[in-house]
């Protein structure tokens, strides 16, 4: 470690160098195994459209709505994710037939599955991508823009058409979430690298 109030020299030059070297291969590590802790603690809901038709956008909502109104009172009593996948595994055939009610005249293929995700902003929250457990329904052909919720712990609001984050989901987050992870989901800046290796060479001193 280079003391404080030592300028930076030709000497000391390399070790600069590799530390930069050494957080840059740090951190895609680092943000892996974080977003695997998350994974693990958390079971997402995925509805993708028919397509992009305004009908068929109306449809997808409707059936988040109809569905989540549905299962947000059987999944309550759940008290982790693995109760919560079990619940839902019993009653997968109502699901379907209320899915595809739905979805008529399209089919609705629903199941339970793991599902790489890219990055999304869930309100305040980011969730790193990687692959998620979820509860997928596809309308149709699933060419249509899609729409997505956390199931466990429960932050699906029926009645919003964005993600929304409350400072209750964030309690719940944090409940079962370690440090690390939740601040991933919640400070991703803090896992950023803020070193500029342009600024760190004006600083050398020859």
């Given amino acids: 470690e280079i003391p404080a109030g030592v300028p930076l020299t030709q000497g000391n030059r390399p070790s600069l160098l590799f530390l930069a070297l050494l957080l840059l291969i740090e951190y895609p590590t680092r943000q892996s195994t974080l977003q695997h802790e998350i994974s693990t603690q958390v079971l997402r809901f995925h509805i993708r459209a028919n397509s992009d038709t305004p009908a068929d956008?109306?449809?997808?909502?409707?059936?988040?709505?109809?569905?989540?109104?549905?299962?947000?009172?059987?999944?309550?009593t759940a008290a982790s994710k693995q109760e919560t996948i079990k619940t839902i595994q019993q009653t997968l055939p109502e699901i379907t037939k209320e899915a595809n009610r739905l979805a008529a005249p399209q089919t609705a293929t629903v199941t339970l599955q793991k599902e790489w995700f890219p990055e999304k902003n869930y309100g305040t929250?980011?969730?790193?991508?990687?692959?998620?457990?979820?509860?997928?329904?596809?309308?149709?052909?699933a060419k249509g823009h899609n729409w997505w919720c956390v199931l466990y712990p429960s932050l699906c609001y029926a009645d919003t058409l964005d993600p929304t984050m409350t400072e209750e989901g964030e309690q719940k987050l944090q409940q079962v979430?370690?440090?690390?992870?939740?601040?991933?989901?919640?400070?991703?800046?803090?896992?950023?690298?803020?070193?500029?290796?342009?600024?760190?060479?004006?600083?050398?001193?020859y």
Avoid: M
Wanted: hydrophobic share 35%.
């Fill in 57 to 76: 956008q109306q449809k997808k909502l409707q059936l988040k709505q109809t569905l989540l109104t549905w299962l947000t009172p059987i999944l309550s």
């Fill in 125 to 141: 929250c980011t969730f790193p991508e990687g692959t998620y457990d979820a509860l997928r329904i596809d309308i149709g052909a």
């Fill in 177 to 205: 979430l370690d440090e690390d992870a939740y601040d991933l989901l919640l400070h991703p800046q803090k896992l950023k690298i803020g070193l500029d290796l342009n600024s760190s060479y004006e600083q050398v001193e």
